[in-house]
């Protein structure tokens, strides 16, 4: 009996090893809130391998004419018309199996115009840990699976 209970433990142990390195666990839908915005964002795999987000919904994306807000403060011209529900928000994400993050990729803040270097990794309670960081100084906020 006792090596029964070895056994199921090993292979609960190595199931749950397996399922906290995969790649791929970052794919999907999350409630992102900052700055008194809410959004909700998905994670995709671009045909290179690398992750990016974009938000599909935000709270309040109409102005007071009621058109959709744009990505007014975005330091690329060229996307300064992209409605605030369409915004690329991660890019370039790699995961990083030695430390059980993503990492090498930026992060676009629509609400400041700002580019950052971003880190990303799961909390032992299932949130997602977003960190964006320029030159030492960073900001960090948790993203709610949804």
Not at 16 to 31: K, M, T
Not at 41 to 62: E, H, I, P
Not at 83 to 109: F, H, L, S, T, V
Request: charged share 30%.
């Amino acid at each position: 009996m006792k090596k029964l209970t070895l056994i199921a433990l090993l292979l609960a142990a190595s199931i749950i090893s397996v399922f906290a390195q995969d790649p791929d666990r970052i794919l999907g839908d999350y409630r992102a809130d900052y700055a008194g915005n809410s959004s909700k964002v998905r994670f995709s795999k671009g045909s290179d391998g690398t992750y990016y987000c974009k938000a599909y919904w935000v709270k309040d994306c109409l102005d007071k004419d009621g058109n959709k807000i744009l990505d007014k403060k975005n330091p690329d011209k060229s996307l300064r018309n992209v409605p605030c529900d369409r915004i690329k928000i991660i890019w370039g994400m790699k995961y990083n199996a030695e430390k059980n993050c993503w990492e090498g990729g930026k992060i676009y803040d629509p609400t400041r115009g700002l580019r950052a270097n971003a880190i990303i990794s799961f909390t032992d309670d299932g949130r997602l840990r977003v960190r964006g960081q320029v030159m030492g100084i960073g900001e960090t906020v948790y993203w709610k699976p949804l």
